[in-house]
């Protein structure tokens, strides 16, 4: 029997024996196909996205030649508010400072240092806890330490400290670490803060403060404490160019030489290191006991007023 061939058949394969090796190997051979099929998805996409590339680089090379600047736009916030201390007193005092503080420095984000130890734990667990947190005060970053571990250069003194001052140096390693997180976020979310202020968990205003909008930009706001000589750091307001030296504070202990208050020691730190004018202002604040009792008052220019504060009933704003 004769095999008939298609015309110049035989002329095809002599001149193509490569393409019709190919073929071959597409139909019969799978793997071959998936790579034929890989490559032309390659293709295809190169196709596509090298026109996009040399556009992008074309106005890249156009913005250099017309010497444009690409302008970030910073998020532009009145203060920034950090909370630091234990929460036994906070279910008692948060309307207090929702009304009282928070209503007062205009617009905000706030910050929270909490001490790792039970009652702060249980405080984190509650449907209220979290309500007062996120809700009322609307806490934008919250800090639990759960170990405060103290730099080297104040471990030689603490054994001289009684239990108080240990706790006062615990204190200012929180004020370290709300700067920390203040300045982290700023920095992450191209933030720029006026003012910061920093508050105790447990501190509460018989008074409104005043709207920061009336107060200097580049003044310290520190509450005197007449009985002692200094200035009370539970409750403090400063320009942001400020708040470094005061969450450094904890650096500075080893190199005091003064009589051994904390009060005396940080009017020693902002009036050497911050570099700015020290107001001494009258906010009419204190210090509220977990049982809801006024413990002390500062910002009273007679100290026999305060006495009539301590052990008094706190009442919340209506």
Same mark, same amino acid.
């Given at each position: 029997?004769?095999t ?5 058949? $035989?002329?095809?394969?002599k001149? !193509?024996?490569?393409? %019709?090796?190919?073929?071959? =190997? /597409? ?14 998805f ?19 090379h ?18 920034a ?31 929270m ?25 609307n ?19 603490? $054994?001289?400290?009684?239990?108080? !001052?240990?706790?006062? %140096?615990q204190?200012?390693e =929180? /004020? ?23 508050v ?8 409104p ?29 400063m320009?942001t ?22 009060e005396l020691?940080?009017?020693h730190v ?23 009792k ?6 009273i ?12 009933? !706190?009442?919340?704003?209506?």
């Amino acid at each position: 029997s004769k095999t008939m061939h298609r015309p110049g058949g $035989s002329r095809f394969r002599k001149l !193509f024996p490569a393409l %019709l090796n190919w073929q071959q =190997r /597409f139909f019969t051979n799978f793997r071959f196909r998936i790579v034929v099929f890989f490559s032309f998805f390659i293709f295809l996409l190169l196709c596509i996205e090298l026109p996009r590339g040399f556009h992008e680089l074309d106005l890249v090379h156009r913005q250099r030649a017309n010497k444009t600047d690409v302008q970030i736009v910073y998020r532009q916030v009145d203060t920034a508010v950090c909370f630091s201390g234990h929460t036994d007193s906070l279910s008692h005092v948060y309307r207090n400072i929702r009304k009282n503080i928070l209503r007062r420095v205009g617009s905000h984000d706030v910050f929270m240092v909490l001490g790792g130890d039970t009652n702060t734990s249980r405080f984190l667990r509650t449907k209220h806890g979290k309500f007062i947190l996120y809700t009322s005060l609307n806490v934008t970053k919250l800090h639990v330490m759960k170990e405060v571990k103290l730099p080297e250069e104040t471990k030689g003194i603490i $054994s001289n400290y009684t239990t108080t !001052f240990q706790g006062w %140096l615990q204190q200012l390693e =929180r /004020f370290r670490y709300c700067s920390k997180i203040i300045r982290d976020y700023e920095r992450k979310t191209l933030t720029n803060y006026t003012f910061a202020m920093f508050v105790s968990n447990d501190y509460a205003c018989t008074r409104p403060l005043p709207l920061v909008s009336t107060l200097n930009k580049t003044d310290v706001y520190l509450n005197e404490i007449q009985g002692f000589g200094g200035f009370s750091d539970k409750i403090v307001l400063m320009p942001t160019l400020a708040y470094d030296v005061w969450g450094s504070q904890i650096s500075f202990v080893g190199n005091y030489t003064g009589e051994l208050k904390p009060e005396l020691f940080l009017k020693h730190v902002m009036e050497r290191y911050s570099n700015h004018p020290i107001q001494s202002s009258r906010w009419y604040c204190g210090h509220v006991l977990p049982n809801g009792k006024w413990a002390h008052m500062v910002g009273i220019k007679n100290l026999a007023k305060t006495d009539q504060f301590k052990g008094s009933k !706190f009442e919340n704003p209506q």
